[in-house]
């Protein structure tokens, strides 16, 4: 099922932090009106696109998606399948930045209250996302220049600093949270993401269409006469 751009509001007199909880209270209810069905869909449409977006790494890092998230399990299994090595988030005190292998479903567990389930083997420290040839990240929306508007924890913000330079990074989202027509909010320690992962397609930000379209049409906002006030 195909849906429009998600609508979300200008945010310009906001503080940046008060704004991206504005836009994450948003996705998030767009979220919820998604079926079990249609997220099984999309889940199996991502796993689809994902195996063609990391071609052959040898070692991808990944995430266990939450119920309303795009569904990256059976991109985790597809991976796992194949012979992929797959590394999972372990949120450790304080949501320390560290790893664990992926082993298949019925290892997987919530370990503490309000945390994505996570893998129970050997633990690695958060610089072993550098041992990744591709990531895969989670967002809740991406814009044209791939800023990424996170769940609020800047847990994936460290972690991206630490990857191997020249490592491709992908964020994954619904269509509808693919963003032309307003920058998301962003500050100095935001990392964007230089290509996506969605149900439909996956792409490279530079260059895109996606891109450029909403570009043009920033810069020729920019570049119009200001309107006339009506006459009453």
Not at 121 to 133: N, Y
Not at 149 to 161: A, C, F, I, P
Request: with cysteine; proline share 8%.
């Amino acid at each position: 099922m195909h849906r429009t751009q998600l609508a979300l509001p200008r945010t310009d007199g906001y503080e940046t932090e008060d704004a991206k909880q504005v836009l994450r209270l948003i996705v998030r209810e767009s979220r919820t009106q998604r079926s079990e069905g249609e997220r099984a869909r999309a889940g199996r449409a991502l796993a689809a696109n994902g195996l063609e977006a990391v071609g052959d790494a040898a070692c991808v890092a990944a995430y266990v998606s939450r119920s309303t998230e795009p569904d990256s399990l059976p991109l985790l299994e597809a991976l796992r399948e194949r012979g992929t090595r797959v590394l999972l988030p372990v949120l450790g005190p304080g949501l320390n930045r560290e790893w664990a292998e992926y082993r298949g479903t019925d290892d997987l567990a919530v370990r503490a209250p309000g945390r994505p389930p996570e893998p129970s083997g050997p633990v690695l420290p958060g610089e072993a996302v550098a041992e990744a040839d591709v990531v895969v990240a989670p967002a809740l929306a991406i814009d044209a220049v791939g800023t990424r508007l996170g769940q609020g924890g800047g847990w994936y913000d460290r972690v991206l600093k630490l990857v191997r330079p020249g490592t491709q990074v992908f964020g994954m989202v619904f269509d509808e949270e693919l963003i032309a027509d307003v920058l998301l909010p962003a500050d100095e320690h935001d990392v964007a993401v230089p290509a996506v992962i969605t149900p439909e397609r996956w792409f490279l930000l530079e260059g895109s269409r996606f891109q450029n379209d909403a570009l043009a049409g920033q810069a020729s906002a920019l570049h119009s006469p200001p309107k006339q006030p009506t006459e009453l």
